[in-house]
């Protein structure tokens, strides 16, 4: 069976070819560049820049999975959560060429790609709990079988990877801010600075206070914020260009020293192991409340390697099997949505070409 399937929910365009189990073709178009000027994600910017990639990245797929568009059994595409303008563009693309070569078209839920990612490949999907962190969310579920799943916990406020993105343009770095933070954490001391880990008796996440702990810190140890930078940015998605861009070279001429180097450093790795105690105490506690036996992680926040480490030795130390994706994986791509299209179809499923994209699409359909 040979599967296409477009992914473009937010910011990436990507469209990845798999047949059985086996990955042709995968290409990704960041749009990172066309955002970071605005500090995020412009919804109008980003579908105009669908419209102007999707054409090109097909043509780039079929040639390099070396197949005609005339063989392939189903297209499929991301139908939500996500932006309703950009989750538009690769759902007609691809309810349009299942139409025209008359084929099946499968509308997939962006997460239920995510926490399946993990299992890339393989021929079973076997019961877990699952972490998926990514910049819209953070959520623990728990996997009984694929469409099988339970919300154990999620955020109550920010996501995981928006706090990443919130500290980082507090401290003026680049966007995406999670892998900004991880390269600066590098080498930072953890311990330096005492953020709090919030609602730790709970199922649920909450992060907003950690990023407000962040921004009262900063003008304690010299770097003051100016009254704009309050990390609100990237996931307003207003079109709010000037106070972002006059933030963003405050803070660049700001942070030049090297006492502010190293001070930023140890904020770093103090933010971000706050983040994972958080994200790995509650992925065990939850695997051990459902007595499953496997624990998997998914999402852009997963590549962080700390978060990684963390979890890996957790489980080992409550002897779970952990299981994660390979980077290019976990953040934005086509080939977990082509992978869950498969499963999908292999369970018998197909949508009709009437399903509406749903910004708001849950995991879980109460
Ligand atoms: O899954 P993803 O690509 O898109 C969404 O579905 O949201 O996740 C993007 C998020 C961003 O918030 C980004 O800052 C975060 O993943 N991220 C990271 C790392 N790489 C990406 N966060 C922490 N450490 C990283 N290395
Ligand atoms: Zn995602």
Redesign the pocket.
Known sequence: MTILALET??D?TAIAILRDRRLLASEVASQIAAHEKYGGVVPEVASRNHLVHAPALLKRATQSAGIALSEVDAFAATSGPGLASSLMIGASMAKGLALGFGRPYLAIN?LEG?LLSPFFGDAEVKPNVSLIV????TMTVLVRAVGQYEIVGRTVDDAA??A??KVAKLLGLGY????E??KRAQGGDPDRFDFPRSMLDSENFSFSGLKTAVRYLLPKIGLAIPSRGDGEGPHIRSLDQQGTKRDRSFYEGSLSSARDDSVVSDLCASFQQAVVDVLVRKTIDAARKHRVGLVTVS???S??QELRKGLEKACAKAKLEFKTAEPSL???NAAMIAFAAMLKMEAGFVSSVTEEIDPNLALVKL
């Open positions: 929910s937010c990436e962006h995510h990514s910049g819209g969310h990877g928006e990443f993105d995406p801010g999670g892998p933070i991880e999402g852009g926040v590549c962080n976990c953040t934005d």
